[in-house]
Structure formats: C-alpha cells, structure tokens
C-alpha cells in the first residue's frame, strides 16, 4: 500500500486525508493517507523520516511550507516563484517540491465562473496564500493589485513578481477609488474572526468575493461583503478540494473529479 500524509502543525481538522481518500476510492487506487502532526522544532528530520519509512507524498500546511521548500531537492517553477511548497514527492531518492495552492485557486476561480480575460483583481494579504497565487492569476491575464495591512510587505511582493504581469502595490486607504471584478481575501484576519480594511465603496454587485478562508456558515469577509451588496461569493473550501486534485495528479498520474468529492464533503459538517 502506498503511503501518503499531510504534515501541518495543529492538523487535527484538516480534510486532506477524507479529500484524498475520495479521490483513491474514485479513481480506484489503493493508498493509505494520514494526518501527522509535525514537531514545530524539527520539521525537517520528521519529514525526512517518513519518506525513509516508505512514504511516496506529503501535502504540507500551515506553518511548514516555507521549511517544505527549503528541504525539496527540485523545485517545480511554480514551487520556486511562490516561495512555498504544499507538495513533496518522492522519486528516486530525490524529494520534489511543487505548489498546488495557486492552480487549485485558479481552477475553482473557472468553475464558478468568477474570472476572464484580463480580470481586474484585488488581492487582499501578502502572506504565504497570497505569493502562492500571485503567478498563475498572472498567468490568466489578471492585472492584481495587491494590499496588505503592512504595506511595505505589498510592495515588496509586486516587486518581486514585476517581470512576470500587471501587478501593483496600493494601500487599503488608497482602494476607494479603484473599480475590480474580483476581489481575492488571501488574509488570515477571518481565523481572528476579523475583517480587513476595505472601504466599502470598491464592493459593488458585479463584484465577484472570493475568501481564501474557509469554515462552516459564512466566513467573516463574506458576511460583510453581502451585507455591502456583494452576490457573487464563495469561500476556499473548493480551493482546498482543487489543490488536492492537483497534488494527487502529481503523485498518481491521474486527474481526479473534483465535482463529486465537493458535493459530497459540503454535505460533511467542516472542522
Ligand atoms: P500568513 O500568516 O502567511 O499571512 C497572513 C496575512 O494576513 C498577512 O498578509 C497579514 O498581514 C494578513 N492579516 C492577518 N490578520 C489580519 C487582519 N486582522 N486584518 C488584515 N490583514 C490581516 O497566512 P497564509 O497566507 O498562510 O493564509 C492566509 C489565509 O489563506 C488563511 O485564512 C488560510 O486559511 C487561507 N488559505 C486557504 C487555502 C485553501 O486551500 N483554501 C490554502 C492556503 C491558505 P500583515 O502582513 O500585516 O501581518
């Protein structure tokens, strides 16, 4: 049987194992796949144990992917940009790291039919989520403008990201009188049961709201962002679903349905 886990530091809540256990039930593959608690002082030797134990794949999360990128002997290109990996693979006695985060974002972003060509996109925060997904909606022909409570760490990201599309730095204050046709909240303000500082003029109706965030009822940003008029919304959950797919492709070679396994778990109460 081959073994996968995701490793995350709390990990009691997370959903991969029930994700990917769908998915090898779907597709027919047989596998075993566990959630592991991963020491916050010694992630790598941990890691590194299970892959010398037989382990073929791990998703990582938080706060590991920083460290995941660091201990990965290849990088996919996407892995090296974001800064973060979510995907090790063994092969070969090599360990590969990829970032599945922000092509699972991009893909949910098509299913609900929330981006085009040449999307104006606001993308809220400038931690982990947001440099994940700051390529691939480059890629699609986004023009990201990015604000985060510290604004240097905005400008920092758009510079570094300069060569590769239309990406700009602009202040929470400055955002009144800007127009988006997406707005993206990469923060992690809704685990605080908080809101970043948006004005409320930028939510219009044809505004599609999208949270990173994800958990049972609306999340914080969404709740706000409908009572300001906003209608077109979703959360992450089928973010998370869709980085899976991903990683489980890598790991397989076969690209599972997403559809199913999101209708069934939106059935199943989330931790
Ligand atoms: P980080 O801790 O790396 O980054 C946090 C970011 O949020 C920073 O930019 C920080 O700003 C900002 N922030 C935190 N609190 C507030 C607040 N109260 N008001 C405004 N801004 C705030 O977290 P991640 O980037 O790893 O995760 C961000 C979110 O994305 C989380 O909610 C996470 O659950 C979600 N996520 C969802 C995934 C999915 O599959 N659906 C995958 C990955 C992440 P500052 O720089 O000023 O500190």
């Given amino acids: 049987m081959q073994q996968f886990a995701v490793f995350g530091h709390p990990i009691k809540h997370s ?24 020491p916050l002082d010694d992630f790598p030797a941990f890691a590194m144990a299970f892959f010398q134990q037989g382990g073929r794949g791990a998703n990582v999360t938080t706060p590991f992917k920083e460290q995941a990128w660091q201990m990965a002997d290849v990088l996919t290109p996407r892995a090296r940009l974001a800064g973060a990996v979510n995907t090790l693979h063994w092969q070969n006695a090599r360990l590969l790291g990829d970032n599945t985060d922000g092509v699972g974002l991009v893909s949910d972003l098509h299913r609900l039919a929330m981006i085009g060509d040449a999307s104006r996109v606001l993308l809220l925060g400038a931690g982990g989520a947001a440099r994940g997904v700051i390529l691939p909606l480059l890629e699609q022909g986004c023009r990201i403008a990015l604000a985060n409570r510290t604004h240097a760490r905005a400008q920092a990201l758009a510079a570094a990201f300069q060569a590769q599309g239309a990406i700009e730095a602009l202040p929470y204050d400055a955002l009144g009188t800007h127009t988006f046709d997406l707005i993206i909240n990469a923060t992690a303000s809704g685990l605080q049961g908080e809101l970043p500082p948006l004005p409320r003029s930028i939510i219009r109706p044809d505004c599609a709201c999208y949270d990173m965030f994800y958990r049972a009822g609306a999340t914080p940003f969404l709740a706000w962002v409908q009572q ?20 489980f492709s890598l790991w397989h070679g076969i690209m599972p349905q997403i559809a199913p396994v999101l209708i069934q778990l939106r059935q199943e109460p989330v931790g």
């Avoid at 089928?238 to 991903?246: D, E, K, S, T, Y």
Wanted: net charge positive; glycine share 10%.
């Fill in 15 to 38: 959903q991969s194992p029930r994700i990917h256990r769908l998915f090898a039930q779907q597709t027919g593959i047989a596998l075993s796949y566990e959630a592991m608690l991963a």
């Fill in 228 to 247: 300001q008029g906003a209608v077109r919304l979703a959360d992450g959950f089928g973010m998370l679903v869709a980085q899976a797919a991903h990683a």
